[in-house]
């Protein structure tokens, strides 16, 4: 059972990076983001999922091999509990520099 629930909680991730690369294609340089409201709260959504499927991830297996999950637990509290404090540029960051190698992460635990 706790392996299974294991798998989902991976695919949840891996399914909300995938979400985040469909709605970031469009989006050419910060600005392009920055301005467009709808997908930006899109693409925050799926940080909330990403950081509450790694938190019950780390509870079921605390070594588990990714990199920044403190991290992502924090953005997802952030997110959810600062929301007027989120920096869209480090939003922009997380897209384009930590969710590749979250991807590339997920997938070696996934195969």
């Known amino acids: 059972m706790q392996q299974h629930r294991s798998f989902k909680y991976l ?9 985040i ?3 970031s294609t469009e989006l050419l340089d910060f600005e392009a983001f920055k301005s467009d409201l709808r997908t930006r709260l899109a693409i925050e959504r799926c ?3 990403i ?14 091999a990714i990199s920044h ?5 924090g953005l997802r509290n ?6 007027d404090d989120i920096s869209e540029i480090s939003i922009w960051e997380i897209i384009k520099v930590h ?3 979250l991807k590339s992460e997920v997938q ?4």
């Not at 950081?51 to 588990?64: F, I, R, W």
């Not at 070696?108 to 195969?111: A, E, F, G, N």
């Open 108 to 111: 070696v635990l996934l195969s």
């Open 11 to 19: 695919m949840d991730i891996l399914i909300c990076i995938e979400r």
């Open 51 to 64: 950081g509450e499927a790694t938190n019950q991830l780390l509870k079921l297996e605390p070594d588990v």
């Open 69 to 73: 999950t403190e991290k992502m637990i």
């Open 21 to 23: 690369e469909e709605f």
């Open 78 to 83: 952030r997110i959810t509990h600062g929301y």
């Open 47 to 49: 940080l909330e999922i």
């Open 99 to 101: 969710l590749p190698i």
